[in-house]
């Protein structure tokens, strides 16, 4: 085997190009060239281009990721994720989303034109070609509907058919041409592809083998701009680290614990419900992100933006946005049982508006409605002068934690909590906003010490119950153990061997 590894320089290209041409020149023309498909004749990946046009891409995305990811396909074989991700990405597409066949077959050829190998082309432009056999672990009607009306459409293509393709991936190249009735002469016959591993076999079966990576091969993957909840939070806006720690550890147990219930039927129902509340509310919070980033681009002259807002300038969020936040609020209530989904609209006087078995959708499209009022409230507090959005940053977050009392009922204790995470919160943007350091403050403990100072009034209550009273404790313990670590770096640091806070 003679096979080049090249750069992705442009040095690199026209040195494997030139070595390709001189074998093609120097093989006669009774050898057969065989070409690699994916990142070879086609500059992307043929699996990729169909999954690209799933729709709709909000839903699909999200699913086509988490299949991605985080199945474990190293437990299905060897090379599992190799042999079985593909086939299985794209039969679920198939099943779910059936209608994206017809779109990538009408849409195959520009997205072809798009991606296209005209390098490579040129180079085997002189060739019959009846010589040019197209080998790949592609599914075969997909490559065939991107080659339509190609300078290529002619050449042979070997490929597996969907349900096939794990079987070829896990027998090879060789195995997949000799099914089809070929045979690889090693001293004619020509192999270009960009992997020296998927391809091994058909290299060490050729003295003519060019490995070659080609600069302007695509790698993105597919709906790589679609929609993903929580994405712009964890990857454009902030961190991953923030998602979990700030808005999973730390603003959702503050709503769960503000409208907790210790005794009754309906206690894991109520905190599923809010749960899923919180993550309609912040999906749709996530569309004023993105709209505070936008604003400051074009507002501020140092607008505070992450490297991550100009590289995915293109990812958008509504409707998909909008869509996720309906389902997921239909799941919150559909999960209540009727007779508290029936209280619940009482409790607002709408009892008669639901027909029976309507009351979820019911009080879904209230707290959509609800949802979208503090849409609004984000869009002014984005819109407003600088010097009056420390004020407009208050409602902004009473809505986030208030929001619930629209359907559930609330405990002086978490009135206190609410009421003490919310300074917290403002005080940090305040003090950011006046031109301080808000980091040498721990907010934690700001929030600890608003905390004290507001049940000072909880306590002057003589009725408060014994569950009343155990939440507040439960509200104290969270506090203080969330504000431990903050306050031995921030207050203790030089004890703690960080040296002196400046």
Not at 165 to 181: D, E, F, H, T
Not at 372 to 389: C, D, E, K, M
Request: glycine share 8%; hydrophobic share 50%.
């Amino acid at each position: 085997m003679a096979a080049i590894e090249t750069d992705t320089s442009r040095s690199g290209e026209i040195a494997a190009l030139t070595s390709l041409r001189d074998d093609i020149g120097g093989t006669g023309t009774s050898g057969r060239v065989y070409l690699d498909f994916d990142h070879t004749v086609f500059l992307w990946n043929s699996t990729e281009a169909f999954l690209n046009e799933a729709r709709p891409s909000g839903l699909m995305a999200p699913l086509l990721k988490v299949v991605s990811g985080f199945v474990p396909w190293n437990f299905i074989g060897k090379n599992g994720c190799f042999v079985w991700r593909d086939a299985v990405r794209i039969l679920l597409v198939l099943l779910l989303t059936p209608w994206t066949a017809g779109r990538f077959r009408r849409a195959a050829p520009e997205i072809y034109a798009q991606g296209r190998n005209l390098l490579l082309e040129d180079a085997v432009k002189g060739i019959d070609p009846a010589r040019i056999v197209i080998v790949s672990f592609g599914v075969d009607w997909i490559i065939r509907a991107l080659l339509k009306g190609s300078a290529l459409e002619r050449a042979a293509i070997v490929a597996p058919g969907l349900l096939s393709q794990p079987g070829a991936r896990s027998r090879g190249k060789i195995a997949l041409l000799r099914k089809a009735g070929y045979e690889i002469n090693p001293d004619t016959d020509i192999v270009v592809t960009d992997s020296a591993r998927d391809d091994a076999d058909l290299l060490q079966a050729t003295r003519h083998g060019h490995v070659i990576r080609w600069p302007a091969e695509i790698t993105t993957p597919a709906l790589a701009n679609a929609y993903f909840p929580f994405f712009y939070t964890a990857k454009i806006k902030r961190t991953p680290g923030f998602l979990i720690k700030q808005i999973f550890l730390e603003e959702l147990p503050v709503l769960l614990l503000m409208f907790a219930v210790l005794s009754g039927p309906y206690v894991l129902h109520l905190l599923a419900c809010l749960t899923l509340m919180f993550i309609a509310y912040m999906l749709v919070y996530e569309i004023g992100y993105a709209e505070n980033d936008r604003v400051g681009e074009r507002k501020e002259a140092q607008p505070k933006l992450s490297g991550s807002f100009y590289k995915y300038r293109d990812f958008r969020l509504e409707p998909d946005a909008w869509i996720w936040a309906a389902l997921i609020s239909f799941g919150a209530f559909a999960l209540m049982p009727s007779g508290l989904q029936q209280a619940m609209l009482a409790n607002l006087h709408l009892e008669t508006l639901a027909p029976a078995g309507w009351s979820a959708a019911l009080l879904a499209t209230l707290w959509m409605a609800f949802l979208f009022v503090s849409r609004l409230v984000f869009g002014l507090f984005n819109h407003a002068p600088l010097a009056w959005r420390v004020f407009a940053y208050l409602p902004l977050h009473v809505t986030k934690y208030f929001g619930p009392l629209l359907f559930f009922p609330i405990h002086p204790a978490g009135v206190a909590l609410g009421c003490a995470q919310i300074v917290r919160t403002w005080s940090m943007y305040a003090i950011r906003r006046a031109g301080g350091n808000e980091h040498v403050l721990s907010s934690q403990m700001v929030r600890l010490a608003f905390l004290t100072m507001f049940s000072g009034v909880v306590l002057s209550q003589s009725d408060l119950s014994r569950d009343q009273l155990i939440l507040l404790a439960l509200a104290f313990g969270f506090c203080i153990v969330r504000a431990l670590p903050e306050i031995r770096k921030k207050m203790f640091g030089k004890a703690a061997g960080l040296g002196p806070v400046q």
